[in-house]
């Protein structure tokens, strides 16, 4: 049921969200005494400015209200998902060329990671670059990426 709710929830704020240039990055949501709390993080090439996330919070409770999803209330936040979430995927790691970051991969079915500069991102691989040199990881063998504060 509750995955059902996300893709549901998913359904009604993309839209927005890709039409603002925004990527909807992960839903989080939990249930107290009947209401629903709803976070949406989001992410751009511009960063996510706090007037957007007000602005979008509005136009995407305004969409949940002309649905029957949520007939008990609910409290909806929409925010930057912060530097410490994990990076999967072409777009999250773009967005970070140039920073310092820890990559697990798979790499001949065994678990293992790397750290370095990302120098380089492509639609198949990522490139580190450390004090051994370049290693390109494909972007099909990364478990998740962390920016190394």
């Known amino acids: 049921m509750a995955q059902d709710l996300k893709n549901e929830i998913k359904l009604v704020a993309e839209p927005i969200l890709t039409e603002a240039k925004f990527d909807l990055i992960e839903i989080k949501m939990s249930r107290f005494k009947g209401e629903y709390r709803l976070q949406l993080f989001i992410d751009s090439d511009n960063g996510v400015p706090l007037d957007d996330c007000a602005r979008l919070s509005r136009l995407i409770g305004a969409a949940f209200e002309a649905t029957e999803l ?7 936040e929409v925010s930057s998902p912060g530097l410490d979430r ?34 380089e991102v492509a639609e198949e691989f990522v490139v580190l670059e450390n004090k051994s040199g370049k290693r390109e990881i494909p972007l099909a063998d990364i478990r998740y990426g962390k920016i190394i504060i």
């Open 70 to 76: 949520f007939d008990a209330g609910y409290l909806l």
């Open 86 to 119: 994990p990076l999967v995927g072409y777009r999250d790691f773009r967005r970070r060329v140039g920073e310092r970051m820890r990559v697990d991969y798979v790499k001949n079915e065994k678990e293992t990671s790397a750290e370095g500069l990302l120098a």
